[in-house]
Structure formats: C-alpha cells, structure tokens
C-alpha cells in the first residue's frame, strides 16, 4: 500500500516537474510547480516526516510560489520570446552537462547499489516531528535560533530603510 | 579540551548579559526613534548607552571564568570577553563620531544607530562562536547588517555602488564558507569545533575533505577581515560608505573576525600540544596562513602607495595591518596570540583617530583627496598633529602605540622562528612609511590655499581626538598593564 502509494506520489512529482519546463505560458509552469511541491509534500507525509511536509507546503507552495507569481507578473514574460542560448557551443554544452550529471547520479546510485542494498538504519522513535524539532530548536539550538530572529529584524528594518523613500 | 564547564540553559543566560543589554537597547532605540521628536540625539544616547553597559559586562566577564554556554553554542571566556569589550568601545566611539558627520547627518534617520548596535552584537556572536551554525550566523549578522550601514544613504551613488560590491562580495566569501562547514560536517557528523577537533584528530576524515574545508572556511573568515585574496571588496566600500562607517568597518568586524580566526583555527582545526597548539590531523594550515599574512601586508602597502584619496588609502592601510595581525597568529603561541589582541586594541585607537580626523574636518575639507589637507598644519593645528601622531603610530615608530604592538608582533614571530615572515614584516613597514609620511607632509610642508582662514573643530571632535590622541601615546610609553591584562584573558588556552 505504501509503495504503491509512494509510487504514484512520484509519477506525479515528476510528471509536474516536467510540466513545469515543458509548459510555454509561465503561470502554468508556476502552477504545475505547485503540483510538484503538494506531491513531495505528501511523500514526506507518506515517510512518516509530518513536519518537513507542513513546511513544504507553507514555505514554497505558499510563500515562495506567490513571490513566482508576482515576479511573473510584474515582468509580463508572456509576451517575449522564451529565453534562447545562443553561440556554436551550446549544443556541446548541454550534452556535456547532461553526461555529467548522469554520471553524477549513475555514480551514487552504484555506490550505495540501486534503491539501497544496505538497509537504511531504523530512525529514533519520534524523529522528525514538529514536537522533536520543536524541542531541539527551543533547547539545544535556543541561541542560533535567536541569533536568527536578530538577523531577521535587522534585515526587516534595513530592508524598510532602504525600500522607503521617507519614513 | 581546554577545561570548559557546561553550563545549563539557565545559566547560561547570565553569561550573555552584554548581548543581551545590547540587544535591549537595539529594540529600545527603534521604539525611542519612532516617538520621540529629537530622534536622532534621542536614539543615539539609548545605543551610548547600550554600549557603555556592553563595555563594563564584558569587562565584568574578563575574571568570570570559562564555559560553554547554551548546549556548547558559544563559549563564555576572557578572550570572548577582551573582544566584546573592543567592539562595544568602537561601537560607541563611532555612534558619537556620527553626531556630527555631514554625511549622516543628511540622511537624518535614527535607524542608523540602532543598526550599530546589531552589528555589534553580531560581532559578539562572532566573538564567542563555539559551533559552525553560529559562526555562519554571526557572519551573516555582521555581513547583512553592515551592508545596511553602507547603503544607508541611499540618494549617493557611491555609497549604493559600495554596499552592492559589499553584499556581493559578502554573499560569495558565505556560499564558499558554508560549503567548506557542510563538508566538515559530512566528514565528522558535527558542528561543533572542539568535535571537529576531536574528528580530525582521530583521523577517521579524508584529507581531501578536510583540507578543502579548512581552506573554504577561510574565504569567510578572510574576507571579514579584508585578507588577501579576499580584499578586494575593500578599497571601493572604504571609498563609497560614509565615513563614519568606514571608520566602523575598519575596525569591528575585523576584531571579531580575528575572534573567530582565533577560535575556529586553534579550537577546530588544531590540538593541543603539551603547552602549545598545534594544527590537527597535520592539515599545514599555519603555512598557509604565513603566506596569506606575507601576501596580505605586501598587496596592503604596495597598494596604498599611489593612492591619492585618504579612504583608499586608510583601506589599503588596515589590509596590510590585517596582514601584520595575522602574522602573530601564524607563531600559534600564547606572546602571538598576545600580540594580536593587543594589536587590535591599539589599532584601535590610532585607527579611528584618523577617521575622527576626517570626519571633524569634513566640513571644511573640500574632498577625501589627500590634496586637500594640504596646508592644514597651519589652519588646524590641533587636529593635524593629532593626524601626525596616528600615522607615526600606524606606522610603527616609537614612543607610539602602533610601536608598542608591532614590537608584540615581531617578538611573536622571532620567537616562533619564522624569520622569512618578520623580514616581510620589516620591509613592509618601512614601504608604509613612504604613504603614510606623504600626508604629513601634505599637511605642514606643502602650501595649501591660504584664503581658508584657520578651521575650528566642533567641541565634540576635539575632545573625542583626545580622548584618541591620549592611549595613542600613553600606550607607547605604558604599556604594562594593556599586556598584562590581555595575557591575563589567553591564560586558558595555554
């Protein structure tokens, strides 16, 4: 049940993602990237990562893909032509990234054997959820986290600094 | 280990009472700044005073002892602690330079000084980091933040082009030390530095990984601290910011930058050897620093000789001082150490003395053109010879300051045995005293345009170059008690 669920979840991140470089109209690849990340989002669910899925879903279908839309937007892509590489290379170019990268993976796959000989070690009961995370970040990370809220605000005052012509 | 004690959450939160007072009287200044109606006066004397409160804790913590604090985060020690001191000290110095300085003054916005304080508390962060996740994130506090100074008058073009060469400069020297900290933590499974030690140590971390990421690591330490080949950002925003936080750059992420030099360098990639320190799993990192202090002094001053704007050439200059404090480091003794802290505090003083300088007269100058002092001997008698003695003290020259800690320095080496690097030492300072002289003779031997009539210096800034002109000296003649307080705060790392 799992598997197959896992299975479907996958065709459907990878058949999204597709779409997202295959579509011409850049809403729609904007679109069909929210339809790659809700998928991963529920194969973290399905890996028992209820937290790491949550996030998925608030930070990049919610926050990062409104900041692509309004960029899409306020560019007006639709009406150009798409971007176009162009010189003698470029063809080289692109089969020489493409062996790279096979390799690349073709390379880890053989090094921990395909879908993994070796069995991945049994997490900690408990690893991964919001109450786990929760606890470490307001324990033993207490101080980088709040190290970061100062970053934060520092930038959310610089950035008003800089945004505004009068404040 | 060097005998850390764990302290608990709770405890732990006494041992950050400057940070935390400093952070009080950032998020104080921004409310001041939106009610009261003098806001500028009004927020800087609530970061004075953050800064005056940062100063004496962080001295109350110079006898506190020594402890990991926050589940090994950061550490709570004298060598912290000296390093706070240091950056609340110019942190004020600089908040009271901006009062007057035309260039702030224009922009006329409250938020500047409040950002003051967050860099010093990010430099503080730096100060004490025990773990690479504080590390990138005080970097980035002090990268961000400073970035915002830089840019904070936005109408000049200068400044705008300073702060965009900065944040990308920033952002690249970030990325390449964060990939050297992931590839530490693939290799070890940790971020804490003393078990990167402990990995390292024990040997079970592939050399390749571990060489490229004590290198990566350096490009963000190297480029806080404006080292060669990690200087080039340097010229162009000394040039570009406004003056008051070119004086500020110059000296407060430096001093945290050789904090976490310091910690990250001895504390995760070296052990402990009998008395002494020594790199770990026989990584040459020492070397490598050799060469880049060599480098970094020799660019610094063969770059500030044809300079004709005084920032510039005040950038080329801490290069190269970047490159006489790195030297110290190199010997990894207790005298080295030693020197470099005691560096850094002289430099202090006769470095923002030169900008206090500059910023009092800015108003009567016509440019930063080193041209335009020329003849100021005989206007403005006070602030040009207090400009003469911070250049002999940059310089080297005794009864001075600067005399006092290249004589640190140089000892260090000597004693450590690396006698190529002091005759680098040696040749460069006499180069900088070629460039450094120029502008003195600018000021009293040059004819300048006599129509000037004599200048008069702001209240202010005459009792701030005193108050700059006075450790200057008296630190060349004195110096014993500085020496031994600063080997006081290294005792527990030998």
Redesign the interface.
């Known amino acids: 049940m799992n598997q197959i669920g896992f299975v479907l979840l996958s065709v459907l991140a990878v058949g999204s993602a597709l779409s997202v470089i295959l579509q011409r109209n850049p809403v729609m690849s904007a679109l069909s990237l929210v339809v790659t990340i809700f998928s991963l989002a529920l194969a973290f669910l399905s890996l028992g990562s209820s937290f790491v899925a949550v996030v998925q879903v608030i930070v990049y279908a919610g926050a990062v893909m409104v900041l692509f839309v309004f960029v899409i937007m306020l560019l007006d892509l639709g009406r150009r032509e798409p971007f176009k590489l162009t010189g003698v290379g470029r063809k080289i170019l692109g089969i020489a990234a493409v062996a790279a990268f096979l390799f690349q993976i073709s390379a880890s796959l053989s090094a921990v054997g395909v879908m993994g000989a070796r069995p991945p070690e049994p997490l900690p009961p408990g690893y991964g959820t919001a109450l786990a995370i929760g606890r470490s970040v307001f324990?033993?990370?207490?101080?980088?986290f709040e190290?970061?809220s100062?970053?934060l605000l520092?930038?959310m005052?610089?950035a008003l600094?800089?945004a505004k012509r009068r404040? | 280990m060097t005998g850390y004690a764990q302290l608990d959450l709770a405890a732990s939160v006494g041992q950050i009472l400057p940070e935390l007072v400093a952070t009080a009287a950032f998020l104080l200044a921004v409310v001041v700044d939106l009610v009261s109606r003098r806001r500028k006066e009004a927020v800087c004397a609530v970061v004075l005073a953050g800064c005056i409160a940062g100063l004496v804790l962080s001295l109350a913590q110079l006898k506190a002892g020594q402890s990991l604090i926050f589940a090994g985060m950061a550490a709570a020690d004298p060598l912290a602690a000296i390093l706070k001191a240091v950056v609340f000290l110019a942190t004020g110095l600089v908040a009271l330079f901006s009062l007057g300085s035309p260039e702030i003054r224009m922009s006329g916005r409250g938020e500047y000084y409040s950002l003051l304080l967050v860099v010093a508390v990010g430099a503080c962060f730096m100060a004490s980091a025990m773990n690479f996740v504080m590390v990138y994130l005080a970097t980035e506090l002090v990268t961000v933040t400073s970035c915002i100074l830089v840019a904070h008058a936005k109408d000049d073009r200068r400044a705008s082009e300073a702060a965009l060469k900065y944040i990308l400069f920033g952002a690249a020297a970030s990325g390449v030390m964060i990939y050297g900290i992931s590839l530490l933590y693939g290799a070890t499974g940790t971020l804490s530095l003393t078990g990167v030690s402990r990995a390292l140590v024990s040997g079970q971390v592939p050399g390749l990984v571990a060489v490229l990421g004590v290198v990566f690591v350096l490009a963000g330490i190297g480029y806080k601290i404006a080292a060669v080949p990690f200087h080039f950002w340097c010229p162009d925003v000394y040039e570009g910011a406004p003056t008051p936080i070119t004086a500020f750059l110059s000296i407060v992420p430096e001093a945290a930058g050789f904090g976490l030099l310091i910690r990250v360098y001895m504390l995760g990639f070296g052990e402990r050897m009998g008395q002494g320190w020594a790199a770990a799993a026989s990584l040459d990192w020492p070397s490598l620093l050799a060469v880049v202090s060599a480098l970094t002094m020799t660019l610094g001053n063969l770059g500030a000789l044809h300079q004709t704007n005084l920032k510039r050439l005040m950038a080329y200059s801490s290069i190269a001082h970047a490159g006489y404090i790195l030297m110290g480091f190199v010997a990894l003794s207790k005298t080295g150490l030693n020197a470099m802290i005691i560096y850094i505090i002289v430099y202090l003083f006769m470095n923002l003395g030169v900008f206090a300088v500059l910023i009092g007269l800015s108003r009567r100058l016509a440019s930063d053109q080193i041209a335009s002092f020329r003849g100021l001997g005989g206007r403005a008698k006070f602030p040009a010879f207090a400009m003469t003695v911070f250049l002999f003290s940059l310089t080297g020259i005794p009864p001075l300051a600067g005399f006092t800690g290249k004589f640190y320095l140089f000892a260090a080496v000597i004693d450590a045995k690396i006698y190529w690097l002091a005759i680098v030492g040696a040749l460069n300072s006499v180069v900088s005293l070629y460039y450094y002289v120029r502008i003195i003779k600018a000021m009293y031997i040059e004819a300048g345009e006599t129509e000037g009539g004599p200048i008069q210096l702001p209240a202010l800034y005459t009792a701030l170059l005193v108050a700059l002109v006075v450790p200057t000296v008296v630190l060349g003649i004195f110096w014993g008690p500085l020496a031994g307080m600063t080997e006081a705060s290294l005792r527990f790392l030998f």
Do not use: E, Q
Not at chain 1, 139 to 144: E, I, L, S
């Open positions: 324990t033993d990370y207490v101080y980088p190290a970061a100062v970053l520092a930038a005052v610089g600094i800089l404040i």
